[in-house]
């Protein structure tokens, strides 16, 4: 009679917490953006017959219930907390690395190879048209090895890269991967994010000055100015754990001298940085006002050379190093522009040609490169 009344009052009390939840979420409004992890959430997908059968509608509602979850941040906290009891290696995606490192998780059965045959197609088909040079950044997992848990999985990128150099010519593909590896024990990659630092990205910019031709503009390591020292990033809020913030730091040098910033032919700026982003969560939007479609760049540098960047969120701390060396800069963004890309470039052709460059970090490539 007591263990029948111990599970019944188990039961209840189930129930009374489901019951509970189900009144929070039906009460409380859905949410279209999530300033901690910088995304918009799933809405709550509208009835369709087909896809209902395909079993489509279901697989959009359960994201739309995932992302609408009351106190949806509070619960990724205790999950996290749940993973580091039980010891695992990867929390939400993001392995628990050394010295404070967070480190997103890829692996080669999420990256499949018929993807990689297509990225890579793309990617001939737009260098071979405009002689184009290929900059893919290595993420942190192939540079920060050491700092990884034991026998943690990754992908390996330098395969990847490999096959981009027999796919495009190796006079075309800019080596990152060794520069960063050299130094990496500086702080090349943040600790909370998955982007390179401007650190990083000045090597970068090394190892792309050194395979064009260029000589490099003289920044100061020593003067690297920090305008943030509360940075919490993407992948910090995956796992949404108090942690110290890190800063963001930029070269003065190139704030020095005028620049003109049209922001998808409409908003006009006057500097490489927004200063509002600082007081939000999404700190890196700093860099060139966060992401957009189309960026239009004088530079203020008397340069008889145009560079085009068909890009991700990599070259938003990158291209700032690029102005000594360009006149204009454009630069598209393939998640958010939508047109004829060669039509495109083509657009900003001159009499003296125009310079092209792809720069993703691998991972981002896979993903996002199609046009």
């Not at 995606?93 to 999420?110: C, F, M, N, P, S």
């Not at 004829?340 to 083509?346: E, H, M, W």
Request: one cysteine or more; a negative charge.
């Amino acid at each position: 009679m007591k263990k029948d009344l111990n599970t019944y009052l188990t039961v209840g009390f189930l129930c009374a917490v489901w019951l509970a939840f189900t009144v929070a979420d039906f009460l409380t409004p859905d949410h279209f953006f999530s300033e901690n992890e910088n995304r918009v959430l799933a809405a709550k997908p509208k009835w369709d017959q087909e896809e209902v059968l395909s079993g489509a509608y279901m697989e959009a509602y359960e994201s739309y219930v995932t992302d609408q979850f009351v106190s949806r941040d509070r619960w990724i906290q205790i999950k996290t907390v749940g993973d580091i009891v039980l010891q695992k290696k990867s929390v939400n995606g993001v392995y628990l690395a050394k010295r404070g490192y967070l480190i997103e998780q890829h692996l080669a059965q999420d990256l499949s190879q018929e993807r990689v045959e297509g990225r890579l197609a793309l990617l001939k088909k737009l260098t071979e048209r405009y002689d184009a040079n290929v900059m893919l950044v290595p993420t942190a997992d192939n540079i920060l090895t050491d700092k990884l848990p034991a026998n943690a999985p990754y992908y390996q990128e330098g395969q990847l890269l490999e096959q981009v150099r027999e796919a495009v010519g190796e006079e075309r593909v800019i080596d990152t991967f060794s520069i960063l590896r050299e130094h990496r024990e500086e702080e090349i990659y943040y600790r909370t994010d998955h982007h390179w630092t401007t650190l990083g990205a000045y090597y970068g910019y090394l190892a792309w000055a050194e395979k064009v031709g260029k000589v490099s503009y003289p920044y100061r390591i020593a003067g690297l100015e920090t305008v943030s020292d509360t940075f919490l990033g993407t992948l910090h809020s995956k796992i949404n754990l108090p942690m110290k913030g890190e800063k963001i730091q930029i070269f003065p040098e190139t704030k020095k001298r005028a620049v003109t910033l049209t922001y998808d032919m409409q908003t006009a700026a006057d500097s490489w940085y927004e200063e509002k982003y600082l007081s939000g969560k999404n700190q890196y939007g700093y860099f060139l006002d966060d992401n957009h479609a189309l960026i239009e760049i004088d530079t203020g540098y008397i340069k008889p050379a145009s560079l085009f960047v068909v890009k991700d969120s990599y070259a938003n701390c990158f291209v700032p190093l690029l102005a000594p060396h360009y006149e204009n800069i454009y630069m598209v963004d393939l998640r958010y522009y939508h047109g004829d890309l060669f039509a495109l470039i083509d657009q900003y052709q001159t009499e003296r040609g125009i310079e092209v460059l792809v720069l993703y970090d691998c991972i981002h490539f896979l993903e996002d490169f199609q046009y």
